[in-house]
């Protein structure tokens, strides 16, 4: 094992007093806090201490009287292990809900027989704020890895009941996955807050309209939605874009599909409204839509029971010869 040796060197000529006088507006500036003891345990010197302790009215400095009783508790008992020069402990002690401080003890002995105590005191308080927050992030990673990984197992199973052919069932499972997988990056983008519902749908149907984005109208409230409501409606606007793709009205009659979300009252409750209106050619409608092929599909179970079972609200998915309609409404703290 290689040692690593302390190196000190200071220019000749120089006087160490003063050069040590340098060394306190660097510990300063590091935010540590420096105290010294004598043999007996009298203080005999204290500097930068943080604000929430005070050097008592009398100038007799304790650790009691610095710290109080539970703080001195402590301290004594780590002290009490420290016999010979360069004996060390530490400990860290919180001091109310947010603070944390490491108090390092360590003896040090200049002469023989005239042993000090010197404590150096560090602020911890926003490293372990920042542990706390990633330990939570990481909690909150795993959940919604276990959420997202639900929902693609039922995206499978679904899509596999629903589709005659392997070559089938691979075309429209890599598009549901394609659809999760936009909705997660406005997620994460977020910071796990969700998606707003302008961007959701601009993102779920630009990739079957790249250069007709102006087809789908955009209208009402911007609502920041929670990320499972994100992933939820984004996969019903996955379903609906495609099918008004595929049935092919969208793109020859240049008729705009109208997407709204709009804050409601349902039942004295403040509620969220996504509506989809899709418009088809007159006369066209009977050989361009047949009710049994587009309802009855994994299609219509996403938008009719999927969605709404897990936003906790209620859908209306209607087909006609004339119009495509959907309406989704929902509890607003389940998009907020």
């Not at 009252?265 to 839509?289: K, M, R």
């Not at 599909?297 to 859908?315: C, I, M, Q, W, Y």
Request: proline share 3%; net charge negative.
């Amino acid at each position: 094992m290689q040692l690593r040796h302390q190196l000190t060197w200071q220019q000749a000529g120089e006087s160490g007093d003063k050069l040590q006088g340098f060394f306190m507006p660097a510990l300063v500036d590091l935010g540590a806090s420096i105290t010294i003891q004598n043999a007996a345990r009298d203080y005999v010197f204290v500097t930068n201490l943080p604000s929430i302790w005070q050097i008592p009215a009398d100038n007799k400095p304790s650790d009691r009287s610095l710290f109080g009783e539970e703080i001195a508790d402590k301290l004594s008992t780590i002290k009490d292990a420290i016999k010979k020069n360069g004996d060390k402990a530490h400990i860290e002690i919180a001091v109310g809900s947010e603070d944390v401080f490491e108090f390092r003890v360590q003896a040090v002995s200049l002469s023989p027989g005239d042993m000090h105590l010197v404590t150096t005191i560090i602020d911890r308080s926003e490293e372990r704020h920042r542990e706390r927050l990633l330990r939570a992030l990481l909690r909150e990673v795993s959940h919604r890895s276990k959420n997202l990984l639900a929902i693609i197992q039922s995206i499978a199973l679904q899509t596999a009941r629903y589709s005659g052919t392997l070559d089938g069932f691979l075309n429209k499972f890599r598009g549901r996955l394609y659809s999760l997988s936009q909705s997660q990056d406005l997620i994460t983008d977020s910071s796990w807050r969700g998606a707003y519902f302008r961007e959701l749908v601009e993102q779920q149907t630009q990739k079957y309209l790249p250069e007709n984005a102006h087809l789908v109208v955009i209208k009402g409230d911007d609502v920041l939605l929670t990320p499972n409501a994100s992933l939820h409606i984004g996969l019903a606007l996955h379903e609906l874009i495609v099918n008004a793709v595929s049935h092919g009205s969208l793109l020859t009659s240049r008729r705009a599909i109208e997407v709204r979300c709009n804050r409601v009252l349902v039942d004295g409750h403040d509620s969220l409204e996504v509506s989809w209106l899709e418009t088809l050619d007159a006369g066209a409608g009977e050989s361009l839509v047949n009710e049994e092929t587009l309802k009855g599909h994994f299609g219509s179970t996403v938008l009719e029971r999927v969605v709404p079972a897990s936003v906790n609200g209620k859908a209306q998915y209607g087909i006609s010869d004339k119009e495509i309609s959907y309406c989704l409404t929902f509890p607003l703290d389940i998009a907020e």
